[in-house]
Every structure is written in C-alpha cells, then in structure tokens.
C-alpha cells in the first residue's frame, strides 16, 4: 500500500514548475496547430474548420493553463524570497517570458479570427 504525502513546495518552484508546463502546452499543442492554419495551403479547405474549432479548444485550455501561472505568480508576489534571492527572480523572469509568449500567440490567433471573418463576409 502507497501512502499519500502532502508535499507544498515553495512559491517560487510552484511558479516555475506552472509556467514551464504553460510554456510546453503552448509550444507543443496550440503553436502547431496555428502554424497550420496561418499557413494558407498546409490543410485541405474542408478541413480548416475542424482544425480551427480544435484550435479553440486548445486556447481555452490555454487559458486556464494561464490562470493557473497567474495565481502562482500572485502568490510568489505575497510572499517575502525567504529562501533564494536568484530562484526567486529566474521564477518572476520565467513568468514574464511566458506572459510575453501567451500575448504574441494570442495575436497571431486574432489575427487568425479576423482573417477568417473577412473571408467569409467576401473580401
């Protein structure tokens, strides 16, 4: 039989473990499928709407990923680097290059939307 430890790790490890696994989704599942898409020839035409309601799915997913980062960061944000200074900031910097990512792709999927919605109004 297993015994189930509490383990509370440190603010500063929490927010680095959230916003490397934020940072893995958005590489690893959203930037391909928006790679696609962006790519007018790269899916058949009666696949585009699949591949973009998929794409849908992922940022919302995306976004709770981002919620998550957040109350990490607004935790380490309450709380005094007790323990190591450099930990500390590499955690706030990790936070800042994922916050700067998330905001690039979601104006490349904005820009993705718009796109979309001029085709289909006949432009």
């Known amino acids: 039989m297993t015994s189930q430890t509490s383990t509370s790790h440190p603010p500063d490890i929490c927010l680095l473990l959230r916003a490397h696994g934020e940072q893995r989704w958005?590489?690893?599942?959203?930037?391909?499928?928006?790679?696609?898409?962006?790519q007018r020839h790269a899916l058949p035409e009666d696949q585009r709407g699949a591949a973009i309601a998929y794409l849908e799915v992922l940022w919302l997913d995306a976004?709770?990923?981002?919620?998550?980062?957040?109350?990490?960061?607004?935790?380490?944000?309450?709380?005094?680097?007790?323990?190591?200074?450099?930990?500390?900031?590499?955690?706030?910097?990790?936070?800042?290059?994922?916050?700067?990512?998330?905001?690039?792709?979601?104006?490349?999927?904005?820009?993705?939307?718009?796109?979309?919605?001029?085709?289909?109004?006949g432009f």
């Open 63 to 121: 976004q709770l990923r981002a919620i998550d980062t957040d109350a990490a960061h607004a935790t380490l944000e309450a709380t005094n680097p007790n323990g190591d200074r450099v930990l500390h900031e590499k955690a706030h910097r990790y936070h800042a290059a994922v916050r700067r990512q998330r905001t690039a792709i979601a104006r490349r999927i904005s820009a993705l939307a718009r796109a979309g919605e001029r085709e289909h109004a």
């Open 26 to 38: 958005l590489i690893s599942e959203v930037v391909p499928v928006l790679r696609q898409l962006e």
